[in-house]
């Protein structure tokens, strides 16, 4: 210590030395008084070496020695001495009575390997590799053996591996620089590694590896020492003649091919091996065969051939201890199944076809998955290799087994669909005839059996509905998934399950079948797209009477999938919009329809989404297309038409809604306000006010924004004038509408024989609901009557392209409003179940008849007034309808106007019309007189 040492000049102290010391008995502290006590002995007597006179003679001469060979010398010496007086003490103790103590427990042997290993190590392994005595040599190898049945027995990993690596280093075999010559002793450690492996096979765990490593690389060398050249050895480098001639030597003897058999034997028995070991055993053959098939020069299967063996003696295992082997093998098969080489891929996929059928024959017990696990390496193998020849492999191996085992398959329908999915979106013929040809016979012989997989199946069947390189096979996939629909309707108790639980039938039968539908409708070219829409709608009506509210819900977040045109931004603006024009005309346009004409059909159990139903037919009317606003606003009117007389008033409230809101959305006001954009770019031509009705020929041009803008507004006058004529039908119904018109003519004669007409909605309607569509019509009115009166803003917008070559108008729109509006009051007026709201409606007749006489009176251009002159009759002629009270209180809000009219150069039939007014009013008047 530094207490007695001249040259430390700052020696340890009492309380350095207690702190020093913490901790050290196992984490706690000795008792202070201990280590004071030790410090004070120390301190009191020298810790010192006891030499004998000769040594002391030689540390006090070499403390004195001037060069490197005296020194030497000393320690020779020195060393000769510290031999004898070993080996004295040694034989002293020998000499002495000592009892030896037996061990009484096993676990006493386990501190004296863990003591021992080490030298035994270094004993065995420098013996066996500077010695040739053979007996020598054998003991060692027993010694080899013995420590590792020990380790193993006691579970001493590190041992065990230490002594297992060393033997495999041995055997000569196990290096990386290649082969070298095989000596006798050599071919002893390899027989010794085999019988320790055959012997203690339950308990080397991650020491496989070291043992299948040595075996595989055994068979490369009998191989070559055989003369055996096979495929894979072809880009072998040239060996050393005097080596191979060696190994031929070495491993050509019939008592040596032993060794040959006793490796057969470790993996015949691997049946022998307990759970846990199993599955050490697997996993290291495992990463063998990944060594030996990632060898860029000799690739091997001999690993891979004896994963596949045992596989096959092990087949008869419990399914748990089954299923963790087959974890590991299933992920290797998953890796060689994609190898680029195509040999061992179609090798791997074969010993998966032969495990699987094997595996088939014995079924599955209910609640099990395992067939699921097993056939799973095929989907991976499908997925992840793109050589059409493994492929069509594949898909050959799962049609075979559906051919020869589907009695048996039970959770491998789902693999098996999984597979034929993949297939279905191939571009070779071969690989999609075969998978469909495949499917096509489940659907027609085994459909019963596929169970929980019936999910699956659909789906295989939409994928190959989507591949556009075969539409025949898509129109066929169609089918069968139409028959799929018909099953569900024929069959719900498969679905219900034990519990008989109605969900499940929504959930696991109709909604997978009526989803990939309407993905292939959102996938598919037009033809296709068609006919699922077609089978998509016809399913709904013959079985939408089995749906329950929520199924309808669901069912309709499906539909209103297909109008979600942003499916195709990904195109080019230009592709987008010629995808996007043709979606709307045809899908979206066909779909509208299908759509309501379900609802209405199922109104009574659809009632509730009539909201979202309407907001679809509003967006579809909001869409800058022409055909597809039309049929938007047709739409409404088959549903009104068709549910009108199931309607709650809120439903009508929700209608009338929808109309003033479409109306409102699609007013093409910018109509009233637009002018040219000044632009160098195009030629400006400064446009004259001018009442002549006959412009000139010349049409500018205008950009492409004012283009777009045209066209919008030209789909607003459309939507403008379907909203008229839909609100028209709705409430009187076109045959009742028609009649009315007819009745224009001055000459017509009502007949007692007449049918009588449908009344329309018009009785189904609140007077407050029909007001507010008088008032929506009288906007409308106003603003197309406005727009036909502002003739400068007609001819800019006609100068520039808009709506053709006449002069742009909204005459149609315009008189078609007034005319359902009268016809609306009218009703009103004459109805004797409304008459609280009469005075309210003479308010509105008293104010539109005097405009409209007023108006009628200003005009000029003949093609108008010849419009107007039949609202004119029309209104006359409903005012001589009514009863003398009411005739005379409207006629005096009017009798100025009609006096001006009959100073206009009137049509003859307006002129009759007038004469048969004036009769009419001749005996109220002078009654009133009187």
Request: net charge negative.
């Amino acid at each position: 210590t530094d207490l007695h040492n001249d040259q430390v000049r700052n020696k340890i102290t009492k309380p350095d030395y207690v702190k020093m010391n913490r901790g050290i008995n196992d984490s706690k502290d000795l008792p202070q008084d201990y280590l004071e006590g030790i410090y004070d002995e120390i301190s009191a007597n020298e810790i010192k070496m006891r030499y004998d006179k000769g040594e002391l003679t030689r540390v006090n001469a070499a403390r004195g020695a001037s060069n490197e060979s005296q020194k030497r010398q000393l320690y020779k010496e020195a060393m000769t001495d510290l031999s004898k007086n070993a080996l004295v003490m040694m034989e002293g103790v020998s000499k002495k009575d000592t009892v030896f103590t037996s061990a009484s427990h096993s676990e006493h042997v386990r501190p004296m390997l863990m003591l021992t290993w080490t030298p035994f190590l270094a004993v065995f392994s420098i013996t066996l590799q500077d010695c040739s005595d053979s007996e020598l040599i054998a003991q060692c190898l027993a010694g080899f053996k013995c420590a590792v049945r020990v380790a193993c027995i006691f579970k001493a990993s590190l041992v065990r591996s230490a002594y297992i690596q060393s033997l495999a280093r041995f055997t000569m075999l196990n290096v990386s620089s290649g082969f070298s010559e095989i000596k006798p002793k050599n071919l002893e450690a390899i027989k010794t590694l085999i019988t320790i492996a055959f012997n203690d096979c339950n308990y080397l765990e991650e020491s496989w590896y070291d043992i299948l490593k040595v075996i595989s690389q055994l068979e490369l060398a009998q191989l070559i020492g055989t003369g055996v050249k096979t495929k894979f050895l072809e880009k072998e480098t040239m060996m050393d003649k005097k080596l191979v001639t060696s190994l031929q030597q070495t491993l050509g003897t019939s008592a040596n091919q032993n060794v040959i058999v006793a490796v057969d034997r470790i993996f015949t028995g691997s049946d022998r091996l307990d759970g846990s070991a199993i599955v050490y055993f697997t996993d290291a053959l495992c990463k063998i065969s990944c060594e030996e098939l990632n060898n860029p020069v000799t690739p091997r299967m001999f690993s891979l051939q004896k994963i596949v063996e045992i596989s096959y003696y092990n087949m008869g295992r419990i399914r748990i201890e089954w299923s963790k082997i087959w974890h590991v093998i299933g992920d290797h098969f998953n890796k060689v199944g994609c190898s680029p080489n195509e040999e061992i891929a179609a090798f791997a996929v074969d010993s998966l076809r032969q495990l699987s059928m094997k595996f088939l024959e014995k079924g599955e017990l209910p609640n099990f998955r395992f067939q699921k696990d097993f056939l799973r390496p095929f989907e991976t193998i499908m997925k992840n290799n793109e050589n059409n020849l493994i492929r069509d492999m594949v898909v050959r191996c799962i049609a075979q087994m559906v051919n020869s085992q589907a009695k048996n398959i039970r959770s491998g329908w789902n693999n098996i669909f999984s597979v034929f999915h993949m297939a279905a979106a191939d571009r070779d013929q071969a690989i999609v005839e075969l998978a469909f040809q495949t499917t096509a016979s489940i659907f027609e012989q085994y459909f019963s059996v596929i169970g929980d997989s019936f999910q699956d199946a659909v789906k295989c069947l939409s994928e190959f509905a989507c591949n556009a390189a075969f539409p025949d096979t898509s129109m066929e996939a169609i089918r069968y998934i139409r028959r799929c629909a018909n099953y569900v309707a024929e069959n719900p108790e498969q679905f219900a399950g034990d519990d008989n639980n109605q969900e499940n039938v929504w959930v696991k039968g109709w909604f997978p079948v009526l989803f990939e539908l309407s993905c292939i409708i959102n996938r598919c070219k037009l033809d296709v797209r068609t006919r699922a829409l077609t089978v998509m709608f016809e399913v709904m009506k013959h079985h939408g009477k089995e749906y329950k509210v929520d199924w309808w819900r669901d069912l309709f977040n499906i539909v209103f999938r297909i109008f979600d045109h942003m499916k195709i931004t990904e195109l080019t603006p230009e592709q987008y919009k010629v995808q996007r024009r043709e979606w709307m005309t045809t899908t979206c346009n066909h779909a509208l329809y299908a759509v309501v004409d379900v609802f209405t059909q199922h109104f009574s159990i659809l009632s509730e989404l009539l909201t979202e139903l309407l907001s679809l037919i509003q967006w579809c009317v909001k869409q800058d297309n022409e055909q597809l606003a039309k049929s938007g606003m047709n739409c409404l009117e088959n549903l009104v038409m068709g549910a009108g007389h199931s309607f709650r008033e809120a439903d009508w409230d929700l209608i009338i809604d929808t109309i003033t809101g479409v109306y409102a959305q699609t007013l093409p006001a910018d109509m009233r306000i637009w002018k040219p954009t000044l632009d160098t770019s195009f030629d400006q031509v400064s446009v004259h006010s001018d009442t002549s009705m006959e412009p000139d020929n010349t049409q500018l041009a205008v950009s492409r924004a004012d283009r777009n803008l045209f066209q919008h507004l030209h789909i607003g006058c459309v939507v403008q004038a379907e909203i008229v004529q839909t609100i028209d039908n709705i409430i009187f119904f076109p045959a009742s509408s028609a009649k009315e018109d007819a009745q224009i003519d001055p000459y017509y004669m009502s007949e007692d024989g007449d049918d009588p007409l449908p009344e329309g909605m018009f009785n189904y309607l609140t007077t407050q609901q029909l007001f507010r569509v008088v008032e929506c019509l009288f906007e409308s009115h106003k603003f197309s009557k406005g727009f036909n009166m502002d003739i400068d803003q007609r001819k800019i917008l006609w100068k520039y392209g808009f709506k053709g070559r006449t002069l742009p108008d909204l005459q149609k729109q315009e008189t078609a409003s007034l005319l359902c509006s009268l016809r609306i009051l009218h009703k009103i007026y004459s109805d004797m179940t409304r008459v609280d709201e009469w005075s309210k409606t003479e308010i509105y007749l008293h104010r539109l008849t005097v405009e409209s006489f007023e108006y009628y009176t200003m005009l000029e251009e003949d093609k108008r007034r010849f419009s107007w002159g039949k609202i004119v009759i029309l209104m006359l002629k409903k005012m001589m309808l009514l009863d003398d009270e009411r005739f005379v209180v409207l006629l005096a809000k009017c009798y100025n106007q009609i006096c001006h009219i009959l100073a206009q150069d009137n049509e003859r039939d307006l002129q009759i019309v007038l004469s048969k007014f004036f009769l009419r009013a001749r005996d109220p008047l002078f009654k009133v007189a009187s």
